[in-house]
């Protein structure tokens, strides 16, 4: 039986468990130090915490120690490894070699930052005894179809957030501009800033644009054809992002895996338990810079976000008239108080509130940079993130009871999915009733 596994990111012990809460089979996150999120460390304590509520439904636990690690801090990194591995992870993730060479007493994921792109390096790793091999997200489905044929490595990849323009790993931009080195965990992200494109003669093509900044990655509707390729982790990117997203983003990849395994009976899911969210869940909800498959069907069009780098959201409309303190939208919506909205503008994005909406008729707290013909966007959606914030899914693990009376006593005797049973008696006189 081949398992898949859904991995969910988690940025702190509340995000692990909101991830374990609404399915994921896995969840990646970061140490104290060493991790590619400088931002998001957690102590040996709290990842045994994490470890502890994890393990009771079959989920693992990755960490992350994949940065670049300079020689006078190999002890450093050898002592915090086996601490992790102490605290019950289960994985580490790793982009320095020296950990390979330090004999740790448990799996090694070959990170990303690596820059796994060709069947070579992938089946090169696994035969230097790396478990898993995590793959650059600049692959076609052809190119990570011919990496799984050519490794016995596990293959993970991305399926679902930001992207990188530069190769994972390979990209010396921030360090080369700054302090701050992607390598180290603390990348500057410059990639996301404005440029202009010019050419030797100096003349100006295109000014004052994000020419750098791509969208992020939704595969959700190609999870089967990557099973079918030989991809057994399905990973969301997301160590920095809050917990609503985490909520929403897993729940909506649950479904999406659920379906693909359900057409292939020779998969099974890598844990145990049933996540039932009270929500219907919506990627277009959470933080994202607009939808790209990338490269996943080879280069296309539709990757790059050029006009800004932030959360746009979901189109909410056209501009046809400007009053007052009010405008009017081309189309019906679902605008209402308290959702964030946002538009472009030539000083770049503008964002304000939504006061009133009646029809087609939109208040905003601010009236600034609106006009007609300006594209609106909902980039918060207040009601669906107050579902959020009051959802109560909990995962569970499904069990039969049976109950069995006699003369003697009570016997019960429960099974649950996974076929694990358990059985529980008294022994007492049981007269028959009068």
């Known amino acids: 039986m081949n398992f898949v596994?859904?991995?969910?990111?988690?940025?702190?012990?509340?995000?692990?468990?909101?991830?374990?809460?609404?399915?994921?089979?896995?969840?990646?996150?970061?140490?104290?130090?060493?991790?590619?999120?400088?931002?998001?460390?957690?102590?040996?304590?709290?990842?045994?915490?994490?470890?502890e509520y994890a393990h009771r439904y079959g989920v693992r636990v990755h960490a992350t120690l994949n940065t670049l690690i300079y020689d006078d801090e190999l002890e450093i990194a050898e002592r915090q490894a086996r601490e992790l591995i102490a605290a019950g992870v289960d994985a580490l993730i790793v982009q320095d070699m020296a950990l390979r060479r330090m004999d740790l007493p448990v799996e090694l994921h070959a990170s990303t930052q690596v820059c796994n792109m060709t069947p070579e390096q992938a089946r090169f790793l696994g035969e230097c005894g790396f478990a898993r091999v995590i793959l650059e997200r600049a692959l076609s489905l052809d190119e990570i179809r011919a990496i799984c044929a050519a490794t016995n490595a596990e293959v993970e990849c991305f399926v679902h957030g930001a992207i990188c323009v530069g190769y994972s790993g390979r990209c010396f931009l921030s360090r080369s501009m700054s302090e701050r080195s992607g390598n180290r965990g603390a990348c500057s992200q410059p990639c996301r800033l404005t440029y202009d494109l010019t050419d030797g003669s100096g003349r100006t093509y295109l000014a004052g644009k994000h020419l750098l900044s791509v969208r992020d990655l939704n595969l959700s509707a190609h999870v089967g054809e990557l099973l079918d390729a030989g991809v057994r982790s399905l990973k969301i990117e997301g160590r920095l992002k809050d917990i609503n997203y985490i909520r929403n983003t897993v729940a909506y990849y649950r479904r999406a895996v659920d379906d693909a395994l359900a057409a292939r009976p020779h998969l099974r899911r890598a844990s145990a338990g049933e996540s039932v969210a009270d929500f219907t869940p919506d990627t277009a909800k959470s933080f994202t810079r607009g939808e790209s498959e990338y490269f996943f069907a080879g280069k296309r069009a539709g990757v790059a976000s050029f006009d800004t780098p932030k959360a746009v959201g979901e189109y909410a409309g056209r501009v046809t008239r400007v009053e007052r303190t009010r405008f009017r939208l081309d189309r019906a919506h679902t605008l209402a108080p308290g959702d964030g909205i946002c538009f472009l503008t030539p000083r770049g994005l503008v964002g304000t509130n939504v006061n009133a909406a009646d029809g087609d008729c939109v208040t905003p707290n601010r009236m600034e940079g609106i006009a007609p013909g300006c594209e609106v966007y909902r980039n918060y959606d207040h009601r669906f993130n107050q579902l959020l914030e009051r959802s109560r899914t909990r995962r569970v693990i499904p069990a039969v009871a049976v109950v069995t009376v006699s003369a003697e006593g009570v016997t019960f005797r429960y099974t649950d999915c996974e076929e694990v049973a358990a059985v529980a008696e008294r022994r007492v006189a049981l007269e028959p009733a009068n």
């Open 5 to 51: 596994e859904l991995l969910a990111p988690a940025r702190d012990l509340q995000s692990a468990v909101a991830a374990v809460d609404y399915g994921a089979d896995a969840v990646y996150i970061g140490g104290a130090k060493f991790g590619a999120r400088h931002a998001a460390g957690n102590s040996a304590e709290q990842i045994a915490r994490v470890a």
